[in-house]
């Protein structure tokens, strides 16, 4: 009976575990809000995050910190490389959202004049300032202010409050049907308000839908997935801009130290690198060249004359990608000694073989679980 109970809570256990992802909500939150679907699609992604209460807080305003680091990661861009920091008067390299801010300006979602402009970081963002960040992020066609409040005028009743600023942008907005807005305000543009977290959370989704068809020039190029020469996984597939290695995909990887059946001991350390790309038949880079992994000497056995021949099995634990990326990756591979039909015969009758190989030597390990590659950055889900 004590038996039973403990595999039933321990398959209770593992249930909720295993469900609590999909299931998990926030407490303030239920499927009649008008961007329930949006917060949930995003804060599934982590591009939206609640509070530790449990709650989200539709209602509560956004920084521009804040939003600027939301709008990289709705990207995808959070891997982003920036080596030409711009200058605010306000923020400098200790302040959390700085790494976001620069590859907001980078992108052009946020434009910079001189090294004497601040960026007010604890500023709420206002709603002209979230759609101008998510119209920012896209090319478009060029429209006339005439146009824009002709756009405009069919829904919104006060255009003639919208800063001249941020009418050509409202009317982008409007044209590709990115506004969001709570819907007791829903004609009003209300341009200078503070941004929602529910209506900002709907803005950066309808950026993401649109920066996939349109992205501006600098998005287009990062959002393009990389390609290069290198080991070329047979089984690996692409589906959009993601690449997929499937569990059981052998894989080169060259150790840092040499290892032999008769000296090594089993769970000994040791690290390893991809000396080469792995990537898909069309060139896509799914591993970059230089990616660390470390393991383990899972199993050794020495080889005896006439008893058996020499046994070594490695396996790495975890992965370290160039972008700084760290995964537990788990492979596995038993190292042979490459040998002739006859030598094959010798080791099978006679046995005692002895396996040894140096550093530097490159070993083949077989993956054991799929991984998923975002193909324009490398990123691993």
């Not at 321990?10 to 499927?31: G, P, Q, R």
């Not at 590859?103 to 709603?127: G, M, Q």
């Not at 008769?262 to 060249?289: C, H, M, P, W």
Request: aromatic fraction near 10%; glycine fraction near 6%.
């Amino acid at each position: 009976m004590r038996k039973f109970l403990i595999n039933f809570i321990s398959t209770l256990i593992l249930l909720l575990s295993s469900t609590s992802c999909v299931f998990a909500f926030f407490s303030d939150m239920t499927s009649s809000h008008w961007a329930y679907e949006q917060i949930k699609d995003l804060s599934e992604q982590s591009i939206v995050i609640g509070y530790p209460d449990g709650t989200f807080k539709p209602d509560d305003n956004v920084t521009r910190a804040e939003f600027a680091s939301m709008a990289i990661k709705a990207l995808g861009q959070e891997h982003a490389n920036v080596y030409q920091p711009i200058k605010y008067k306000d923020i400098d390299e200790t302040y959390w959202a700085y790494d976001a801010i620069q590859k907001a300006v980078y992108f052009e979602l946020i434009s910079n004049n001189s090294d004497t402009e601040e960026f007010r970081p604890e500023d709420n963002v206002s709603r002209a300032e979230a759609i101008s960040i998510a119209v920012n992020s896209l090319t478009t066609e060029q429209i006339s202010v005439a146009k824009a409040k002709a756009v405009l005028e069919k829904k919104y009743k006060d255009v003639s409050e919208i800063p001249d600023w941020f009418i050509v942008t409202a009317g982008k907005a409007e044209i590709l049907d990115m506004i969001a807005t709570n819907p007791d305000r829903r004609n009003y543009m209300d341009s200078d308000r503070p941004a929602t977290r529910a209506e900002v959370t709907a803005i950066l989704n309808n950026m993401m839908i649109q920066a996939k068809l349109n992205p501006n020039a600098k998005l287009a190029e990062a959002m393009r997935k990389k390609t290069g020469d290198g080991y070329i996984i047979e089984n690996s597939s692409v589906s959009g801009s993601v690449g997929t290695i499937p569990a059981g995909c052998i894989v080169p990887i060259k150790v840092g130290r040499g290892f032999s059946s008769q000296y090594s001991v089993k769970g000994e350390e040791f690290s390893a690198k991809a000396d080469q790309n792995y990537i898909t038949r069309d060139k896509y880079i799914l591993i970059y060249k230089g990616t660390q992994f470390k393991g383990i000497v899972e199993d050794v056995k020495k080889g005896k004359w006439f008893v058996r021949n020499g046994v070594l099995k490695l396996g790495t634990t975890t992965m370290t990608t160039p972008n700084d990326q760290n995964i537990i990756i788990r492979s596995s591979g038993d190292v042979t000694v490459k040998k002739g039909k006859f030598m094959t015969w010798v080791r099978k009758v006679f046995k005692g073989e002895k396996i040894k190989f140096k550093q530097g030597s490159t070993i083949y390990v077989k993956l054991m679980r799929e991984l998923k590659v975002d193909l324009t950055n490398g990123w691993i889900y």
